[in-house]
């Protein structure tokens, strides 16, 4: 009697033909389908052929404030100081601190989920931009108690362990668990 066995992957994109016996082992044919992710975010440094901006080839500098509807922006500009060009994607990651390399005072700031990472490419000189939103109202209004002077914003640039900082004089929440600041992905335009 004649066998025949068929094996289904759980991968639909795997197929293996059916074979059967006859009076010796009949053989078996497999037949596999590659398939490529779509989209993935892109590598900053296969993508480009240029490597990432390290905090080290970076200035920071906060530009002038700008304020709408109970909340102060600032915008964050990272300036390649190196002599070759780099890259960056994504958010920074932003907290007020009492002074250069102390503690943080309060809750970092979110991300603004309205913004979309893009690959942003500095040659010596450029410089990128983020915007940093700061809410008067939540630390006028849900920070009572808990206000106090702050000085210093950290500052770390996109997949970066060490920060920038940079002076910044106003009022902060030191309340860990209230959020009163969102950032922006780090982007080329103004």
Do not use: K
């Amino acid at each position: 009697m004649l066998a025949a066995t068929c094996l289904v992957p759980v991968a639909a994109f795997l197929v293996t033909a059916c074979g059967s016996s006859g009076t010796g082992a009949a053989p078996t044919r497999t037949i596999t389908v590659t398939v490529t992710p779509s989209s993935p975010a892109p590598s900053t440094s296969a993508s480009s052929g240029t490597s990432q901006c390290a905090t080290a080839d970076l200035r920071l500098t906060v530009g002038r404030s700008n304020g709408a509807a109970g909340t102060v922006y600032y915008p964050l500009d990272f300036t390649n100081t190196s002599s070759s060009a780099c890259t960056m994607y994504g958010y920074p990651g932003v907290a007020f601190v009492s002074s250069p390399g102390g503690n943080q005072v309060g809750a970092p700031a979110g991300r603004e989920s309205s913004t979309v990472p893009a690959l942003v490419t500095l040659v010596p000189g450029a410089t990128a931009h983020a915007t940093l939103a700061v809410s008067d109202v939540l630390i006028s209004n849900n920070c009572m108690g808990h206000q106090v002077q702050v000085n210093w914003l950290q500052v770390y640039p996109p997949d970066q362990s060490s920060a920038l900082f940079a002076q910044l004089s106003r009022q902060g929440c030191a309340e860990q668990s209230l959020v009163t600041m969102h950032v922006n992905t780090v982007s080329s335009g103004p």
